[in-house]
């Protein structure tokens, strides 16, 4: 018999699918997504993956991959050429969380960020946004830099 092991978040109760780590690692070593989309599973109590996109898709395939009215957390892997002319790449967590969401979603999301984001270690950049046009493409090229 197999079980999925999580790591338990005593304070909201949620854990964190061991995929979750697994999938960041590969989006951040390997480059094999451009972005990893997260959502919590209620029943199960615990962070899980809801997509991963492939390393060829757009910055709007990802923004077209979030629930227009419901919370995500993500990981966006941006790459951008310095004045220099260097490829450099720097990973932002998202946390997603529309003002049309449930309120009891916003809470658990909000809850559950600080634990979550822990897991993921080598993040650059935390961006959290209510509304598309707070995670518009200058937003994150401004961060960046």
């Known amino acids: 018999m197999a079980f999925l ?4 978040n005593a304070s909201s109760g949620m854990g964190v699918a061991d995929d979750c780590k697994h999938i960041f690692l590969e989006l951040q070593r390997k480059k094999t997504h451009r972005y990893v989309i997260f ?8 962070v ?11 910055y709007d395939d990802f923004l077209a991959s979030l ?3 419901d919370c995500r957390y993500a990981i966006y892997d941006y790459d951008f050429v310095t004045e220099e002319n260097c490829q450099k ?9 529309p003002s049309v969401s449930r309120i009891r979603a916003k809470m658990l999301y909000a809850a559950s960020k600080d634990r979550f984001r822990r897991e993921l270690d080598g993040v650059h950049y935390e961006l959290q946004a209510t509304d598309p ?3 518009d493409l ?5 961060r960046a830099r």
């Open 5 to 8: 092991r999580s790591n338990s």
């Open 39 to 46: 959502k919590i599973d209620e029943k199960r109590k615990e």
């Open 48 to 58: 899980i993956v809801e997509k991963a996109g492939d390393a060829t898709e757009s």
């Open 67 to 69: 629930p227009e009215s």
């Open 89 to 97: 790449s720097k990973i932002f967590f998202i946390a997603w969380s």
């Open 133 to 135: 046009s707070e995670l």
């Open 138 to 142: 200058d937003i994150l090229k401004d």
